[in-house]
Structures are given as structure tokens and as C-alpha cells.
């Protein structure tokens, strides 16, 4: 395995942990929601779009604030205002005083923090790794972040059974505070664009993404392929836990195999760009992740309607573990130092925000229709999305 250093490695255990952390704790808010607060089915909707939504657009002006300071230092703080937010759910529910209000307080806090967060570690790499190295950095992030996809929810869900639903926030938290300690144990110099205080307004890294023609496909792309996909996920589990009748283990062996998928795709991504050229793998890559959702629309009751669901996501997470690193890497590589935060904190808002909006669209049209109408509706339109990948540039 290439080495990439020491600094680099702290990296990315703080990351490692804090993703392994987050995914431990997916879906704990919705939970808590249900059974201890006897939330509505409304406000449980109401709860994960109204906190991404919120967070994209609080955490939109932070772009410039986060270019100009020194981003190891911002990512530590970071971590501790989601470690404090998160840890504040277990202590109001030991008190008896844990609210919807403050369920969605912490959603928006810790997103906010995260899109701060990524934006400052973002550039934190590109300073730290140079070179052809950047496409391998990228590529361990993914697979990492798969893996974590993978464990996660089951190890998550085995928690809540045995200690119930808080127990996986406080983990949760708990990873935000290793990610601090192990991003204090890296030495060496820093980066900080101090000339970005001198450019006007907001809308820095929107202006720089559309002026780039590359890169304008590529964002346009990026936030309509996540946001489609995205829509359908509350519909699928709608679709396989309501209306199909399967039971949680099935729900959630359905999705934890696939993504090691996306863990087996990030490392083949450095090998099939140095064979093939990133380019050509990004483009075909592309094409097929776009291709496959419409499996969905064959999915029906039963060990085949499972196996179904098992086999398109994992070709689906596959080709998406492929694409992601060559996407992060081109990004990083086509925008200038200085830029860097402006341009990653505009794609993370763009695409929260565009999430947000599907996700309201999409429950609508599964009213009017069914579930499977609408999931089978963003396939057909996902097979339109690759048409944006044509770059005309072989620098990708």
C-alpha cells in the first residue's frame, strides 16, 4: 500500500472514526422521534428535510469565513460544536426533558458544522497531498466511508436493541471527539487563503462552478444524480417495510451488502484511471451508476424482490464508489487553492438543498401514485443525467 504519510494517516483515522460514528447513528433521530416522542409520521419527514434544508442555507455564507482561516484548527472546532450538540440529546433525555425542538436544533447545528467541516478538510488535502497521490487519498476516503456504510447501521441497530435509540447519538458524539483528538495530532504547516476577505458577496464558488465549463457539468451532474436518488430513499423504505412487509433485519441486510460495493469500486478507481485514463472511467462510470436505479421498478415481494433490491444497489454503490474519487479528485484539482472552501461549500449547500426539495416532490408524487411509481419516475429520469458528463476535456 502507498504510503501517504503520517499527517495523512491521523486524517484519516479522524475521519475513519467520525464516519464509522455517524452511520452507527444512522437513523436515530427519526427513531427517537417515533418511540420516544410519539412524533407524527408528518414531523418525522418534517425533522430530515427541514434540518438538511436549514443547514445547507445557515451554512451557505460560511464559505468565505472558512477560506480565510487556518482549516486544521476550524475542522477541531468543528468537531466539538457537533460533539456538544450531539451530546446534548442523551443528557436531555436522562433528564426528561428532551423535545422535537431541540431534535431539530441539533440536526441543524451538526449539519451545519459538517458542511464547515468538509469544506475546511477539503482543502486541508489538497495542501497536504500533491500530485497523481490525490486520486489514491480520495479513493481511501470513499472506501472507508462505504465500509463504515456497510457496519454501521447494523452495529447501530444491535445497539438500539440492546440499549436502545440514544445510545447510538452518544456514540455518535463520542466519534466527533476522537475525530478532534486525532486532527490535534497532526504537525506541519497549514493553509489559509487570507486574500478571500477581499472578495464581494456570497456567491463566490457559484460564480467561479458555472464559469468553469467542466465543472459546471460536473456540479450540475453531481447534485441531480444525489438528489434523484435521494428522493427515493424514504419511499423505498416505505415501499419494502410498509407495503412489501419485509422485516428490519431484510431492510437492513438489503442495503449493508451493497455497500461494500462502493468499498470494492474506490480501490479499483486509482487502478482503472491508470489503465483506462480518469476520464473514460469517469464517463462510463457515470453512465452506468445513472443506469441502474431503474432496476428498482422490477422489485417485488418475496426473497426475489430482496435479492432485487441487493443486486442493483450494489452495482449501483459499485460504479459510485468508481466515480466519487475521480469527481473529488478533478474538483480539487480544477479549483485554486484559494477557492477551495468557496467551491466545496457551495456543492454540499447546492446539493442538500436540491435533496431537500426531491425528497417534498417526490413524497408527493408517491401520494398521488404509489411508492414504486415514483421510485420507477426518478430511474427514467436519472437515464437524462449522463448527458452532462460529456466535458470535452480529456484532463479528467
Known amino acids: 500500500m502507498l504510503s501517504m ?23 436515530a433521530f427519526p427513531l427517537i422521534a417515533v418511540q420516544v416522542l410519539h412524533s ?10 427541514a434540518g438538511l434544508a436549514v443547514a445547507a442555507v445557515v451554512a451557505f455564507p460560511l464559505g468565505p469565513w472558512v477560506e ?6 476550524l475542522m477541531i472546532v468543528m468537531d466539538l460544536v457537533r460533539f456538544l450538540a450531539m451530546a446534548s440529546v442523551p443528557v436531555s433525555y436522562f433528564q426528561g426533558s428532551l423535545s422535537f425542538g431541540q431534535l431539530l436544533v441539533v440536526s441543524v447545528v451538526s449539519g451545519t458544522a459538517s458542511i464547515a467541516f468538509t469544506a475546511a478538510s477539503g482543502a486541508y488535502v489538497k495542501h497536504l497531498v500533491h500530485g497523481d497521490r490525490l486520486l489514491v487519498a480520495n479513493g481511501r476516503f470513499e472506501g472507508t466511508s462505504w465500509v463504515a456504510t456497510a457496519a454501521g447501521p447494523p452495529l447501530g441497530g444491535a445497539l438500539v436493541g440492546l440499549l436502545g435509540p440514544v445510545v447510538t447519538v452518544l456514540a455518535n458524539a463520542l466519534s466527533y471527539l476522537l475525530s478532534a483528538l486525532g486532527i490535534l495530532c497532526i504537525r506541519g ?22 464559469g468553469d465549463r467542466v465543472l459546471r457539468r460536473l456540479f450540475l451532474n453531481s447534485i441531480l444524480v444525489s438528489g434523484l436518488i435521494m428522493a427515493t430513499v424514504p419511499l423505498l423504505s416505505v415501499l419494502l417495510l410498509g407495503e412489501y412487509g419485509f422485516p428490519a433485519w431484510q431492510y437492513g441486510l438489503a442495503f449493508g451488502v451493497p455497500a461494500l460495493g462502493g468499498f470494492v469500486g474506490a480501490r479499483l478507481s486509482p487502478r482503472l484511471s491508470a489503465r483506462y485514463g480518469r476520464h473514460r472511467v469517469m464517463i462510463v462510470s457515470g453512465w452506468l451508476r445513472s443506469s441502474f436505479p431503474l432496476g428498482l421498478a422490477l422489485v417485488r415481494p418475496g426473497v426475489a424482490g430482496l435479492l432485487t433490491v441487493i443486486v ?13 474519487p475521480i469527481l473529488a479528485t478533478e474538483r480539487l484539482q480544477r479549483t485554486p487553492a484559494d477557492r477551495v472552501t468557496q467551491v466545496l461549500t457551495t456543492w ?5 438543498l436540491l435533496q431537500a426539495a426531491l425528497m417534498v416532490i417526490w413524497g408527493g408524487l408517491a401520494t398521488l401514485t404509489s411508492p414504486l411509481a415514483a421510485i420507477t419516475l426518478s430511474g427514467l429520469f436519472l437515464l437524462a443525467t449522463p448527458l452532462l458528463l460529456r466535458t470535452d476535456s480529456g484532463a479528467a
Open 40 to 49: 407524527t409520521a408528518f414531523a418525522v419527514s418534517l425533522l430530515e428535510a
Open 312 to 324: 442493483v444497489e450494489g452495482l449501483l454503490i459499485t460504479c459510485m464508489g468508481v466515480y466519487n
Open 189 to 210: 504547516s497549514d493553509v489559509a487563503a487570507r486574500e478571500a476577505s477581499r472578495q464581494p458577496g456570497f456567491f463566490v464558488g457559484w460564480r467561479f462552478i458555472l
Open 68 to 73: 480565510r482561516r487556518a482549516k486544521r484548527p
Open 5 to 27: 504519510g503520517r499527517s495523512f494517516g491521523w486524517l484519516w483515522s479522524a475521519y475513519a472514526v467520525s464516519t464509522y460514528g455517524t452511520w452507527i447513528a444512522f437513523g
Open 348 to 352: 454540499s449547500v447546492s446539493s442538500k
